[in-house]
């Protein structure tokens, strides 16, 4: 774990340990995650997707102690989640979703979720088009634009963010840095993102390296 910069952590990991069978992926990882934007960098099969799903408590957590924003996720889980931003990108349960029915769900979940930021945020992304298409409808890049939008405008306070530059046109790409860049100054959200290199451009508060 290394810290860019000198910023309260909202997210405490201590000795986290995870294993598939036969197979381990962290051994005691300890990381005290601040506001802005924490980079979590390794190659194929190091765990990055697995660390994410961890962080949010959206996989059982048998060995290590996650306390967000003052909440442990083994004293109240529902509470724990309820701070967290997460969709899967690869995920097939909003396809029925129109964007605006997405955005109205994610609403509806988070009371912090600020609808008057959404029309900057669908065009920055292109999205305009796309708008009375179902989400099964749009390419991977597209939904995936889908999901970025409400993550910014959700108000979480715990954001994972898996690989959000893959499938974007590199308007989009500007776009989500400079966006994610803008969110550097916010004490009250995190922004964990996982990719398998230093994304260019993005200010980085901290960075947690699985290795290649």
């Known amino acids: 774990m290394t810290t860019l910069q000198d910023r309260p952590a909202l997210l405490q990991v201590r000795k986290l340990n995870f ?8 051994k005691d990882l300890s990381a005290a995650i601040p506001a802005g934007v924490t980079l979590v960098r390794g190659g194929d099969g190091r765990g990055k997707t697995t660390l994410l799903q961890l962080l949010g408590g959206l996989m059982p957590v048998k060995d290590g102690v996650l306390q967000l924003d003052g909440i442990r996720l083994d004293e109240d889980s529902e509470a724990y989640r309820r701070k967290v931003f997460h ?3 690869r995920t097939e349960a909003y396809d029925q979703a129109t964007p605006p029915e997405f955005f109205h769900a994610m609403e509806e979940r988070f009371p ?3 609808r008057a930021r959404l029309p900057a945020l669908i065009d920055g992304l292109s999205l305009a088009p796309h708008l009375e298409k179902k989400l099964f409808m749009l ?3 597209s939904k995936r634009k889908v999901y970025l939008a409400a993550a910014f405008a959700a108000g979480a306070t715990l954001n994972l963010l ?3 530059f893959a499938g974007l046109d590199r308007a989009s790409i500007n776009f989500v840095t400079h966006t994610l860049n803008a969110q550097s100054g916010n004490q009250q959200q995190a922004w964990v993102v996982a990719l398998y290199e230093t994304p260019e451009g993005v200010a980085l508060a901290a960075a947690i390296d699985l290795g290649d």
């Open 112 to 114: 912090g979720f600020d």
């Open 19 to 26: 294993a598939y069978p036969g197979h381990e992926l962290f």
């Open 87 to 89: 969709v899967d990108p």
């Open 139 to 141: 390419s991977t890049g």
């Open 162 to 164: 898996d690989d959000p």
